[in-house]
């Protein structure tokens, strides 16, 4: 198989992998793989496919994290956590109260204060403890799981749920809704 080192030598192999012809293209995955290709792929898919092997090997492949995600999703593994960029600006509607909070090199800063997670600053909103990457939407609680076993869901008897007169007054507990969760981005200075 030929390499190309150029951009525009590759480019114009991309556009001359396009324009193949079904049977044509599964000579080049043959070519390009070294075996047969998967038989339920269309004429779009392997043309990408073959296109991103030959871009791989002019200018080279994903980097060793990259490839440990990706691996860690075929295997239904969750993600690593996300790690939020120093200027990201996360915006937390609580009991009527907008709270903004800047992510910095060494921590979060709120009002003016820099904290040490995310967690400390949804205790000292709140209170009470409180996972900070849940309190501000970035995990879901049990981290996105279903439980595996039934009777760890709580059985629905059809009773309503008496709300408390603290919830009644809590326009979010009120409408059943979760706290807004805006993320924006600081513009580069």
Excluded: C
Excluded at 3 to 17: F, L, T
Excluded at 44 to 72: H, T, V, Y
């Amino acid at each position: 198989m030929r390499r190309w080192r150029e951009p525009a030598a590759v480019a114009a192999e991309i556009d001359r992998i396009r324009s193949l012809r079904l049977d044509a293209l599964r000579r080049q995955w043959r070519l390009m793989f070294g075996r047969v290709p998967p038989a339920g792929l269309s004429k779009d898919l392997l043309g990408r496919m073959i296109a991103a092997r030959l871009q791989e090997r002019a200018f080279g492949g994903l980097d060793r994290d990259s490839q440990r995600f990706l691996k860690s999703l075929a295997r239904h593994q969750h993600p690593p956590r996300r790690q939020l960029k120093p200027g990201t600006v996360l915006v937390r509607e609580h009991r009527g109260r907008r709270h903004i909070v800047t992510t910095v090199r060494d921590g979060f800063d709120w009002q003016g204060t820099t904290y040490p997670s995310l967690s400390a600053i949804a205790r000292a909103i709140t209170g009470t403890p409180w996972s900070g990457p849940r309190f501000f939407a970035l995990r879901r609680a049990g981290d996105g799981r279903t439980p595996k076993h039934k009777s760890a869901i709580a059985p629905d008897d059809g009773r309503r749920h008496r709300r408390t007169a603290h919830d009644r007054n809590d326009p979010q507990a009120r409408n059943g809704s979760s706290a807004g969760l805006h993320l924006e981005t600081a513009p580069r200075a």
